[in-house]
């Protein structure tokens, strides 16, 4: 960057406030670089998930770090910094009490496993290499699941009653410097103090939308000067580096005081973790300049409760795993790179011009625009060390996919089609006017919730009336099902969003994906093939289901349009054919 408030390549300026926020979530994130992670082979399983857990942590925010500025998978940031938010309320919690909670673990790796069984189960989907996708990992600890200590572990709590617990505690900003050379304790508590702003639960929703990548969270991207889908507005930027800062530091620390032994003998922890604090409050107090949230107002008294998990487990015979059922890390996704390269250069082969007809519709431009990106995003990270961005994206393509085909399906019924564009714009409508509640219902001023949700003066909005008695829309699995319809097995796309979002939300079963061990060597920062093929297959399935449909729509169903899509899907399968050999669905 260069000037006084600093350009990017594209020749757009960055206020001096985001170019503040940039550099000190680049300064935390070197920090954690230079701390080196410890894993043992020979412990508990519970043991060896939470020390896999602040790597995967850190390498997210890493991930979304290094999207920052770079014009392109904006909302992808989002995602990320949901999951990394969601992190930290769990590693706080279990933080409190780890011998009691740690195993919970184990619980919630048998829980996700059996929810997966469901979902084949239920939609009559197979999976020849479930037991793959059950224990990638063979030779670190025992993660059958068949143990003792497996099947009498609780489960840790969801996210929302975390996030009760954490909003009922009322947190108060302590100044980290004060604390350096504090204990893990105290620290953990000044952590949780930097995520309080007022209208967090808002906040937290502002961060859904962008990570099920629909109409309202795409909106995130509409930055003044920037395309459409590809960046972020300055505020949620803002909002987002906030709680993924204090969400990897929080996890850091709770992962020391639930696995004080996975700390680097070489490191002066006090040193450290004191400087880490310091760093996420520089983050913090840049990020508060930008999108204006303030501290929180005291909470009024009320009590939140976490479900008492142990003891009432019952589980499909297929969730466990037993020893001579483990298959051997042998696949490799080659095949399917080829493929989905190919399918990228006809991604590029043509485009749109969205003006062209005329004025279109805010939700095209956006699926159009978002698609590309997020397409994009998915192909510059794959095969680099940011894989794990790429399934974050590859998901957030087949959810509006699905939203998507299940809006345009039958358009030749006017009616129908009508009725459906209501149901849909409708849902959006609602959720904006929530978040708004939201934010307003919890210390933040009803102008400034406005702004967060208002798009910029260079885009129309659009009616903000919502039906009355509005139907909402079908759940995200009846969507997968319609758009699986035209495979053997439809129920495989369900299935598949389930495995995905075991990554996105830093599961046991989606962390131990992220990592592999082959010849004695453990790799942190490494996708499992069978997990890389399924991200490939969607990214490319809901790409072109989005890019095929909205190059429609903007080109009033023009002959090249039709025969982009055509193109696009013929291409999609072909990735398909290839991908289901090695992750097994459909």
Known sequence: MSGTKGTWPDGREVDPALTSMRAATRALRFHLDTLPAVFHFDGPADQFLAEAAFPFARWRYACADSLLGSGTGGTVVGALSRSLFDDGLRWQWIAESPTERRPGLLGSMLEERDRICGFLATHEATCPNLARWFVPLDGVTNLTGSSLEALAAPSLPDTPELLDLFLA??????????????SVEDLMQAARGLLAMSGLRGAVMVLAHAGHGNLLGLQSSLAAGGAAGHD????????????????????????????????????ERAG????????????????HTVHGLGDPKPVSGTTAKVRATAGRRRLRPEALVAYHEVLPDILHAGPVIGAVRRYA??????????WAHGDPKLASVLA????????????????????????????????????????????????????????????????KKTAIATFTGNGVARAAAIRLLTMPDHVVQGPETITKGRERLPSIDKMLLLMGAPYPEPGWLPVAYSLLSQVVHSTPV??????????????????????????????????????????LLLSHGSAQAQQYAAGLARRADEVHHLARMVHGLD
């Open 272 to 287: 450290f973790l004191g400087t880490l604090l310091r760093l996420t409050e520089d983050v913090v107090t840049a990020a």
């Open 232 to 267: 972020l507005r300055a505020d949620h930027e803002a909002l987002f580096m906030h709680v993924a800062a204090v969400g990897v530091t929080v996890t850091l620390l709770g992962v020391c005081a639930a696995v004080p032994e996975c700390w680097p003998p070489e490191v």
């Open 510 to 551: 989606g962390l131990v994906h992220m990592t592999r061990y082959r010849e004695g060597v453990l790799s942190a920062h490494d996708i499992s093939p069978e997990m890389l093929a399924l991200a490939l297959d969607v990214a490319s399935l809901g790409s072109a289901r989005l890019l095929g449909m909205s190059g």
């Open 345 to 354: 250069e006809f991604v590029g082969s043509w485009t749109v011009n969205p």
């Open 368 to 431: 159009y625009g978002g698609a590309h990106s997020t397409f994009n995003t998915v192909m510059s990270t794959f095969d680099e060390h940011a894989s794990v961005t790429a399934v974050f994206a590859a998901r957030m393509l087949l959810e509006e996919a699905a939203r998507f085909t299940w809006l345009v399906q039958d358009v030749q019924d006017e009616d129908a089609f009508v009725q459906r564009s209501t149901q849909y714009f409708d849902e959006f409508r609602a959720m």
């Open 169 to 182: 505690s009322s947190p108060t900003r302590t100044p980290p410097v004060s604390l350096l050379g504090g």
